[in-house]
């Protein structure tokens, strides 16, 4: 089968592969779909954390059963099926406690284990959900959407707060539609004009801010003085995460759902001063994927909107680098097999 391998950062080789050998409790998979994301291009640069080369990267997955044993999932060959890539040991305290996402051992594919980024990969029944009537290309984004709506759900967001979102990127945007979803006022804030009018369109923010402007002045002016209830950063960039504290209401909320490779320092004085709630946001569970599934079913959520790029998996290689740069203006590329 083909397989396409990151040997080292900015360096990918297409190469056959033999075919995956399913254990029990797993299901052979035909991957049809692969979605691109940043973790995905922060590997092929050389700065993503808990990385470790060569890997076959690709974790956003849709694909077809090729072939299952029995199991208690009721999974048959043939069926279209969305990928779980979070393999958690099931028996650490966070998985105890039903919190498989933040496991204390997790390996996740296309990260700690080789991905989707090949014709065939074999996966737990349990990491697999049915995702029949959705369009493949659709099925892809569930994982990344996926990630804002446990943020989201992890917040406690209540109708009626305000929200503010740093980083208009496919996170922070999911994070958007599903904070507005729950009935809270949002704001979005990023440096870049194209995805805040983009953030306004697709994800209906009630108002969006410019970073590299007087941006205080304008969280001051759009909440009364108050500050958001909730601030959300999904840039995973150090100087951003830092400064987000100060936009954080008194007995308000921060959640960081991007990460970077680095410390994040604060002012210990105004986080108390603010009571402060710190937290973070790590991966999903399949009640978000679930979620997700529904809110795209039911048409609350428009996928087809958020895809920015397609190209065959035999193209991909000639076309990635083009993607870690600004102005390729990627939003979600769709790798697509036969």
Not at 27 to 47: K, Q, V
Request: net charge negative; hydrophobic share 40%; proline share 5%.
């Amino acid at each position: 089968m083909k397989q396409i391998l990151c040997e080292r950062p900015h360096h990918l080789r297409m190469l056959e592969a033999e075919m995956p050998q399913p254990k029990e409790g797993e299901a052979l998979i035909r991957i049809r779909r692969i979605g691109i994301c940043g973790t995905d291009l922060h590997a092929f640069r050389g700065n993503q954390p808990y990385f470790t080369y060569p890997r076959v990267l690709g974790h956003e997955l849709a694909g077809v059963i090729e072939a299952v044993g029995e199991n208690q999932w009721g999974l048959k060959t043939g069926d279209q099926v969305a990928v779980i890539p979070y393999i958690e040991c099931g028996t650490c305290i966070a998985c105890r406690n039903a919190k498989p996402n933040c496991c204390t051992g997790m390996s996740v594919l296309g990260v700690h284990l080789d991905g989707g980024m090949q014709e065939f990969l074999s996966v737990p029944c349990d990491h697999l959900i049915p995702s029949t009537g959705l369009p493949l290309d659709h099925v892809a984004l569930l994982e990344p959407m996926s990630i804002g709506a446990h943020a989201v759900r992890r917040s406690g967001v209540e109708p009626g707060e305000t929200v503010l979102v740093i980083g208009a990127g496919p996170i922070g945007l999911t994070v958007m539609a599903f904070a507005r979803q729950r009935g809270a006022r949002v704001l979005a804030m990023d440096i870049n004009k194209e995805r805040l009018a983009f953030s306004q369109s697709w994800a209906k923010v009630d108002a969006t801010i410019n970073a590299s402007e007087q941006s205080m002045e304008r969280i001051v002016h759009l909440t009364n003085g108050d500050f958001p209830t909730i601030v959300f950063d999904a840039t995973g960039n150090a100087k951003s995460m830092m400064e987000a504290f100060q936009y954080v209401a008194h007995g308000g909320k921060l959640v960081f759902v991007g990460l970077f490779k680095g410390d994040v320092t604060f002012s210990d004085p105004e986080f108390h001063k603010r009571e402060m709630t710190l937290m973070s946001s790590r991966n999903a569970t399949r009640e978000d994927f679930l979620q997700v599934m529904s809110s795209a079913a039911s048409g609350e959520i428009d996928l087809e909107s958020f895809i920015s790029h397609r190209v065959p998996f035999d193209h991909m290689i000639e076309h990635y680098e083009s993607w870690t740069q600004p102005q390729s203006k990627v939003r979600k590329v769709i790798i697509e097999l036969p």
